[in-house]
């Protein structure tokens, strides 16, 4: 059913990722790694909250990419702020 084993499912909250077909309550499995490449489908913790983007890391700067031109994207120096990938998509489920 999915690409890989998972860990858990993320349900989907906001429509940042809706061009890449991920809604609103969707239910995102998720594997745990930190073995991620750019492009992947991640979730990140960024302090207290968890975001899904799709990956992009160079040297220390790292963008979390949306899929929804209504939305920015999310610019990260990792020299001076903490980000850390809990795992990245290998499945979905919609709701509705």
């Not at 609103?24 to 750019?38: G, H, P, Q, R, S």
């Not at 909250?49 to 920015?72: G, R």
């Amino acid at each position: 059913m999915f690409t890989d084993q998972f860990d858990y499912f993320l349900k989907v909250k906001g429509l940042s990722m809706i061009d890449a077909g991920i809604q609103e309550d969707d239910l995102v499995a998720i594997k745990k790694t930190t073995d991620v490449k750019n492009g992947d489908l991640v979730v990140v913790r960024l302090e207290n909250e968890v975001t899904l983007k799709y990956f992009k890391k160079k040297d220390h700067l790292l963008e979390l990419i949306p899929a929804n031109k209504d939305f920015s994207k999310i610019e990260i120096d990792l020299r001076e702020q903490e980000a850390f990938v809990e795992g990245k998509s290998v499945g979905l489920i919609r709701t509705h």
